[in-house]
């Protein structure tokens, strides 16, 4: 009798493993997923906290007040270019993957209107990751928002700023 495995169990075996990586192949791209929803989620409350307490500390944001001065969270611009020394009047955006997913722009206080923080979910063109990032209810919180009348997606900067 020779000692080995022949065809048949050999095949079996594969189909078996075939079956597992079809079911643990999909779960694990999920956790992917779930994992860069929960550091968009993280790193948009961070930079909230993060502007909040620079506004209260400072009272404004001057001419002169760049990204890097506010906050660390990985900030890019439109063209996916990471945000490391421009003034914060421009608008910044937060990626998933090569995805510009929400927008962010601070606007100072102008006569009657606080400081304000402006999100912009305007690029429908996203993976669904993005989508389901903007669906997670802390996200729709701040996008949906309408803090100040009239402004869409506002919020008010300043001691009393909600942040989910």
């Given at each position: 009798?020779?000692?080995?495995?022949?065809?048949?169990?050999?095949?079996?075996?594969?189909?078996?493993?075939?079956?597992?990586?079809?079911?643990?192949?999909?779960?694990?791209?999920?956790?992917?997923?779930?994992?860069?929803?929960?550091?968009?989620?993280?790193?948009?409350?961070?930079?909230?906290?993060?502007?909040?307490?620079?506004?209260?500390?400072?009272?404004?944001?001057?001419?002169?007040?760049?990204?890097?001065?506010?906050?660390n969270?990985?900030?890019?611009?439109h063209?996916?270019?990471?945000?490391?020394n421009?003034?914060?009047?421009?608008?910044?955006?937060?990626?998933?993957?090569?995805?510009?997913?929400?927008?962010?722009?601070?606007?100072d206080?102008?006569?009657?209107?606080?400081?304000?923080?402006?999100?912009?979910?305007?690029?429908?063109?996203?993976?669904s990751?993005?989508?389901?990032?903007?669906?997670?209810?802390?996200?729709?919180?701040?996008?949906?928002?309408?803090?100040?009348?009239?402004?869409?997606?506002?919020?008010?900067?300043?001691?009393?700023?909600?942040?989910?």
């Amino acid at each position: 009798m020779k000692k080995g495995f022949t065809m048949i169990e050999l095949i079996f075996v594969i189909v078996i493993l075939g079956i597992l990586a079809s079911v643990a192949i999909p779960r694990l791209a999920a956790t992917r997923e779930d994992a860069e929803i929960s550091a968009t989620v993280a790193n948009l409350r961070t930079l909230l906290g993060d502007i909040n307490s620079y506004y209260v500390v400072k009272g404004g944001f001057g001419a002169t007040t760049k990204w890097k001065d506010i906050t660390n969270v990985p900030l890019k611009d439109h063209g996916g270019v990471p945000i490391t020394n421009e003034l914060t009047g421009r608008e910044v955006s937060l990626y998933i993957g090569g995805d510009r997913c929400i927008g962010v722009r601070l606007e100072d206080r102008v006569g009657n209107l606080p400081a304000r923080i402006q999100f912009y979910t305007s690029n429908n063109n996203v993976s669904s990751v993005c989508q389901q990032v903007r669906e997670a209810e802390p996200i729709k919180a701040y996008t949906k928002s309408e803090a100040i009348k009239g402004l869409t997606g506002t919020m008010a900067i300043g001691s009393n700023t909600k942040i989910y």
